[in-house]
């Protein structure tokens, strides 16, 4: 299942699917790579370096900066998603709400456009995925981004998106769009709403009841 969107800033889209994919043409240039971000479904730290390694990785690779400006980007990166004082620590030392954090402090070091985010509640308990959501909005409205995020996680998909697009497995083809909350209250396809609702449990503001 694939999901391809480049949207408008200040929006925030969910996904029912699995791969977020960008096509640029032939003509796109290193510059452009700099405004996307991506946070990827594992976390995909290098865990052989720390955590400030893993996230001076794209400003050494795209930002002509001086190794002292660099670190303190590092640490203020990491101070935003509650990670300050772990920039030594290695990603074999954290919880996996802590790398999928570290994650996110990388995928933003170079303040992009779009940000990508693969299933990133994916293998958390719920306090964490809520806590993860919650940080997901204010990093969005920091950097005035939009954010793209591939989920099945209904309370995800409630509390942070505020326009989704659902893709049919069999047809490989999106099959509605739209604000989540209105689409539960509207959607007439039983597909679309045997998700929205689990299968028969209604979902409102990001929870079950």
Same mark, same amino acid.
């Given at each position: 299942?694939?999901?391809?969107?480049?949207?408008?800033? %200040?929006?925030?889209?969910?996904?029912?699917?699995?791969?977020?994919?960008?096509?640029?043409?032939?003509?796109?240039?290193?510059?452009?790579?700099?405004?996307?971000?991506?946070?990827?479904?594992?976390?995909?730290?290098?865990?052989?370096?720390? #955590?400030?390694?893993?996230?001076?990785?794209?400003?050494?690779?795209?930002?002509?900066?001086?190794?002292?400006?660099?670190?303190?980007?590092?640490?203020?990166?990491?101070?935003?998603?509650?990670?300050?004082? %772990?920039?030594?620590?290695?990603?074999?030392? #954290?919880?996996?709400?802590?790398?999928?954090?570290?994650?996110?402090?990388?995928?933003?070091?170079?303040?992009?456009?779009?940000?990508? %985010?693969?299933?990133?509640?994916?293998?958390?308990?719920?306090?964490?995925?809520?806590?993860?959501?919650?940080?997901?909005?204010?990093?969005?409205?920091?950097?005035?981004?939009?954010?793209?995020?591939?989920?099945?996680?209904?309370?995800?998909?409630?509390?942070?998106?505020?326009?989704?697009?659902?893709?049919?497995?069999?047809?490989?083809?999106?099959?509605?769009?739209?604000?989540?909350?209105?689409?539960?209250?509207?959607?007439?396809?039983?597909?679309?709403?045997?998700?929205?609702?689990?299968?028969?449990?209604?979902?409102?503001?990001?929870?079950?009841?």
């Amino acid at each position: 299942e694939y999901i391809a969107s480049v949207l408008p800033q %200040f929006d925030t889209r969910a996904a029912s699917g699995k791969t977020v994919v960008l096509h640029l043409g032939n003509g796109a240039s290193m510059c452009a790579m700099e405004n996307f971000g991506v946070l990827y479904q594992s976390g995909a730290l290098w865990t052989s370096m720390t #955590l400030a390694e893993n996230v001076a990785l794209p400003l050494q690779e795209y930002a002509d900066l001086s190794p002292d400006r660099i670190s303190e980007i590092v640490s203020f990166k990491l101070s935003l998603v509650g990670l300050a004082g %772990f920039e030594e620590y290695y990603p074999s030392e #954290l919880s996996g709400g802590m790398k999928k954090r570290a994650g996110l402090a990388r995928a933003m070091a170079l303040d992009p456009q779009i940000l990508f %985010f693969d299933e990133p509640s994916a293998g958390l308990d719920p306090v964490s995925a809520r806590l993860l959501d919650k940080l997901i909005l204010e990093i969005r409205d920091s950097l005035g981004a939009t954010v793209v995020i591939v989920t099945h996680e209904l309370a995800s998909i409630f509390a942070v998106g505020n326009n989704s697009v659902f893709l049919d497995t069999e047809t490989k083809t999106m099959i509605a769009s739209g604000n989540p909350k209105e689409l539960l209250a509207t959607s007439s396809d039983p597909r679309v709403r045997n998700f929205l609702t689990s299968g028969g449990e209604d979902i409102h503001e990001g929870g079950r009841k």
